[in-house]
């Protein structure tokens, strides 16, 4: 299974980022909805295993090579519709153009959509489809993004059959379409490096629970 892609399209929009970025609520918490969480104590065996990531300090390390990303699907289980949210902290060196994501919608590592934000203040929206990049929602600038050095950024995404809400931070970035497994789909994390240098995301608090419903059933 391919995890490591040349990261030439997701990588290229370095733009000027907002200030006043908002403190990152790192609240990804575990409920009794929950149908999977981890704490990155140790790597679970169903995110496999490969030579650029590892649990470090109670984190999920991913270190894409230069101009690359690394992606790396959860086989725990097929879900339905998932609120999944994780915590991301990029360490140090910090350098624009690095990003971290939540996957969801994955079949394998050809076909999922990708919820990614930068170092630069920016966020998108992607699908891999057939091994190949399709941008859903162009890069840009979202002040939701924490930039501090080794802020935590909360990164959450809500699925509803062919809709997801992204969110950052607790904010709404955008409502989004897509074609979700019909026999249900994986979900999982992805971090990119920028092209002259290799970057380090960390995650930890990884949560994956059935969505919540009100009182008329509605998600």
Do not use: H
């Not at 399209?9 to 969480?37: K, L, N, W």
């Not at 995110?47 to 470090?56: A, F, I, K, L």
């Not at 992204?166 to 789909?185: A, S, T, W």
């Not at 994986?186 to 092209?195: E, I, K, W």
């Amino acid at each position: 299974m391919i995890r490591l892609v040349r990261f030439c399209v997701a990588a290229a929009a370095f733009g000027m980022a907002i200030c006043g970025a908002q403190a990152a609520m790192a609240a990804c918490q575990m409920t009794d909805r929950a149908a999977f969480s981890d704490k990155f104590d140790t790597l679970d065996s169903t995110w496999g295993e490969y030579e650029n990531y590892r649990v470090e300090d109670g984190k999920l390390v991913i270190t894409p090579p230069a101009g690359y990303n690394t992606a790396t699907i959860n086989t725990a289980s097929l879900y339905d519709d998932v609120d999944v949210c994780v915590e991301m902290t990029v360490l140090d060196p910090i350098t624009k153009g690095t990003c971290g994501s939540i996957i969801v919608w994955g079949i394998d590592y050809d076909n999922y959509y990708s919820f990614q934000v930068s170092t630069d203040g920016e966020a998108s929206f992607w699908r891999r489809q057939r091994g190949r990049w399709l941008s859903q929602v162009a890069w840009q600038e979202f002040d939701a993004y924490n930039k501090d050095p080794g802020a935590v950024n909360e990164l959450k995404v809500v699925t509803e059959g062919n809709k997801a809400k992204l969110y950052l931070n607790g904010k709404l970035f955008k409502e989004v379409r897509g074609q979700p497994p019909k026999d249900g789909q994986q979900v999982g994390l992805l971090a990119c490096s920028p092209n002259d240098v290799s970057a380090k995301v960390a995650f930890d608090n990884f949560v994956v629970d059935e969505p919540q419903k009100d009182e008329s059933g509605n998600k």
